[in-house]
């Protein structure tokens, strides 16, 4: 079959399509479609590429790029686009054009196959989207199987508009919502767990800059995991703005909630101090709310009315996205960006795990929380990093981090678990010792040349302890109750 002309002008383009953003306001769709174009130039320009980007008619095209890979991975993570195909461009005079185009393409795929024809148009042409269907399928029909529109081993879309012609097989998904950039900002607690880099995802995907707010209780090690979490949001899914990364020093803050025994309800008054924390940095830019990554009823701070009581005279919006997902649904979302953890610390509240209430009085959280001082200070003496500095952060605290795994000789170890878990398994020779016991007995002990070693389920717990036990002067670090277990494992085959 001889080529037409129009066969001769083709060209490979992208064609992105938007969902939401179609049925705002033409001046809203415009600065959304704006920050679509620039959103998605700025994560092919971190691969190193380069585009031309047009829009027409609900649609953009993207062009005069170098990899097409790159443009996939872009398109991909770009906030607002509901879905792309790669699609060949072709210049039009009639629809013989199409149907040469097609015929040219398409013949040889068919052989045994059945197909469909989807057509649709935009523009003053002479025939209709049906006048294209008709015609394409018409002079295809004879190559293949036959035609099924439920079910079609092939479909070709045609989209025209004006003199061009867009022809494709098939489409990827990108994630959907609204481009970052159009809906403020918000402020996102987050730790280095599965839940929070995930609430802070879905914000994103609603067109909102976050800024990430992590409340540090066992320096540098939690810190660490920290910055791993939000380093896939940051870098993959994140253009447009530039985000604020806050880590605040919540050590005074556990020994004053925990550990005074002045506050009735621990577990849920810290939560409460989290917001006020969160609240104060979002304020500092203009932020709109503040993002949790709670779940009704997965820890006992989330029941609904320990949820009440945390928010009873908060006035600030406490966005929580995740609030109806379970844990298996959250997790799978965190795999699919990205952020789920290598590793796993555990989270504040294993630190109240004796402490737990499930029905808080709102007015004794109320009191409390009025009994919290600091706060301020914490913040003006907070950490702020840029994205760009991640990397380097984490290689720097990795080198400072009182990880270890292997066991000084001579070390005294410490099982911050519960008695019965203790009393369940432990190291040989450990002592058991709640956190609220930590600095006395270190004051008491009288063997200062030895190593201290700590352990507890998780690791939050021994790595704020080795932490505490470090600024105290002494040679201290944490282990992970696993390699423990193995070590002892080892040594009865042995």
């Known amino acids: ?46 691969l190193g590429d380069r585009c031309e980007i047009r829009s027409s008619r609900g649609r953009i095209f993207v062009s005069g790029f170098s990899s097409e890979d790159n443009v996939r991975s872009a398109l ?76 079609p081993d092939v479909e070709i879309n045609v989209e025209v508009r004006d003199n061009r012609a867009y022809i494709f097989t098939d489409s990827q998904n990108g994630p959907g919502g609204l481009p970052i950039g159009s809906e403020g900002r918000v402020a996102a607690l987050v730790s280095g767990g599965i839940d929070s880099p995930v609430a802070a995802w879905y914000l994103l995907k609603r067109g909102c800059m976050v800024d990430y707010v992590f409340i540090s209780l066992a320096h540098p090690a939690d810190t660490v995991e920290f910055l791993k979490s939000i380093r896939s949001l940051i870098k993959s899914w994140s253009s447009g703005y530039n985000p604020t990364i806050n880590i605040v020093d919540g050590t005074p803050l556990l020994e004053e909630i925990l550990l005074s025994g002045k506050v009735r309800i621990p577990n849920i008054t810290y939560k409460r101090t989290l917001y006020e924390i969160a ?65 796993n610390m555990g989270e504040f509240c294993s630190l109240f795990s004796q402490e737990v209430v499930l029905r808080a009085d709102p007015e ?15 913040i003006k003496s907070r950490v702020q990093i840029s994205p760009s500095e991640i990397d380097d952060v984490i290689d720097s605290l990795e080198k400072t981090s009182l990880l270890c795994e292997n066991i000084p000789d001579q070390s005294l ?48 717990q021994s790595a704020y302890a080795a932490g505490v036990a470090r600024k105290m002067g002494r040679e201290s670090y944490f282990v992970p109750i696993d390699l423990l277990r193995n070590k002892v494992d080892r040594k009865i085959r042995n």
């Open 76 to 151: 991909s993570r770009t906030m607002g686009i509901k879905s792309f195909s790669k699609a060949s461009e072709i210049r039009i005079r009639s629809i013989e054009d199409i149907v040469n185009y097609c015929a040219s393409r398409f013949a040889s795929q068919l052989d045994g196959k059945k197909f469909a024809v989807r057509a649709r148009r935009a523009g003053g042409q002479s025939f209709t989207s049906m006048d294209i269907a008709r015609a394409v399928g018409d002079s295809l029909y004879g190559y293949s199987a036959g035609v099924d529109l439920v079910n």
């Open 1 to 46: 079959m001889a080529e037409s002309e129009a066969i001769l002008k083709e060209s490979t383009v992208f064609i992105l399509r938007y969902a939401e953003v179609g049925i705002k306001g033409k001046r809203a769709r415009g600065m959304m479609e704006g920050k679509i174009r620039t959103n998605f130039r700025e994560l092919l320009s971190k």
């Open 279 to 343: 609240k104060k940095i979002a304020i500092e830019k203009n932020g709109n709310g503040i993002v949790t990554g709670e779940s009704i009823g997965q820890v006992s701070s989330q029941t609904p009315a320990n949820l009440m009581a945390i928010n009873a005279g908060f006035d600030f919006p406490v966005f929580r996205p995740l609030v109806g997902m379970d844990k298996d649904e959250i997790t799978e979302v965190a795999r699919k960006i990205g952020t789920f953890p290598k590793t």
């Open 364 to 378: 004794i959280v109320r009191t409390d929380f009025a009994g919290i001082i600091g706060l301020d200070d914490m």
């Open 413 to 460: 170890t410490f099982d911050l678990r519960s008695p019965m878990d203790y009393r369940e398994w432990h190291y040989p020779g450990a002592r058991n010792i709640g956190l609220r016991q930590l600095k006395d007995t270190l004051k008491q002990e009288n063997q200062p040349d030895r190593p201290l070693v700590f352990y507890c389920s998780k690791g939050l």
